[in-house]
Structures are given as C-alpha cells and as structure tokens.
C-alpha cells in the first residue's frame, strides 16, 4: 500500500521526541532498502554514539548511523560525533537520519567533521519524501 508524499511529510513534522523507537522503525525500514546488512544497535544501556551499523568481517564497523528527531539536530550531530570517537575511533562514516528538514544547513558541520577524516551523510525529510513509494521496503 503507498504512501501519500503529503501524508509522510505531515507524519514527520508531527513526531514527538517520546516517538523516537516509532521513526527509528520507519528509518530502518527505508535504510534496509539500501543496506541489506544494517543492524540495530541502539540500547537503552547505551549505543555508544550509533543507532545502528553496517554489518562488517573486519575488526570495526567504519559507519555509524545515527537516528533522531530532536530539534537542536546539530547538537546531536556534534555529541554523537564525541561518542563515536571515544567509542568507535575508527568510525569515519555518520549517517544522521532525522525526521527534521536539513539540507544545506548541515554544510558547516559537514566541513568541520572532513577536517577530522570523517563524512556526515545527512538524510532529513527531503529524503524520506524523495524516496516513499520507491519499493516495497518504503511502502
């Protein structure tokens, strides 16, 4: 069964913080479509910094993917980025997925991050709409 674009867009600009395990549901469903080999992390006695992960062989996973719908959405990104380094130093891949509207205004933390040899992949609104109804994952 689709989605209406317009109704998903109204559904996550209408998520309250106390429905995060509902849009980590939604985010994970739509990130399997891309990455068969996600894993689900986050734990209430802690993640380390990430919701869930790319499975890997080697020693580490080197991408982290972290879930949000707070506002102060940079506040996130940053003490994320604090966990991650202390937890998982070789993590050199965040993928910040949240239900708010993003876009460019991520550009300067993107920056600061590639300084540091880490890459900030920010998948907002925008996305989950460009991509509802794409397969069956999305429905």
Same mark, same amino acid.
């Given at each position: 069964?689709e989605i209406s %674009?317009?109704?998903?867009q ?7 913080? #106390? ?5 980590? *549901?939604?985010a994970? #469903?739509?990130?399997?479509? /891309?990455?068969? #080999?996600?894993?689900t992390? !986050?734990? !209430?006695s =802690?993640? &380390? =910094? ?8 080697e020693? =580490? %996973? $080197? +991408?982290?993917i972290?879930y949000?719908?707070q ?5 996130k990104?940053? $003490?994320?980025?604090?966990?991650? /380094?202390?937890a ?8 910040f997925v #949240?239900? *708010?509207? +993003?876009? !460019?205004? !991520?550009d %300067? +933390?993107? &920056?600061?991050?590639?300084?540091? &040899?880490?890459?900030?992949?920010? *998948?907002d609104?925008?996305w989950f +709409?460009? *991509?509802?109804?794409?397969?069956? $994952?999305?429905?």
């Amino acid at each position: 069964m689709e989605i209406s %674009p317009a109704r998903l867009q109204f559904a996550l600009k209408t998520v309250k913080p #106390s429905e995060w395990e509902h849009f980590e *549901r939604l985010a994970s #469903s739509f990130l399997a479509s /891309e990455w068969p #080999s996600l894993r689900t992390m !986050a734990n !209430a006695s =802690g993640d &380390g =910094g990430r919701d869930s992960e790319l499975f890997t062989s080697e020693e =580490g %996973p $080197n +991408i982290a993917i972290q879930y949000s719908v707070q506002e102060k959405w940079a506040d996130k990104i940053k $003490n994320t980025v604090r966990r991650l /380094e202390t937890a998982f130093p070789d993590t050199d891949n965040l993928v910040f997925v #949240s239900n *708010r509207q +993003i876009g !460019a205004l !991520a550009d %300067p +933390i993107k &920056g600061e991050l590639r300084k540091k &040899g880490m890459f900030l992949d920010v *998948r907002d609104a925008s996305w989950f +709409i460009e *991509r509802c109804n794409l397969d069956e $994952n999305r429905q």
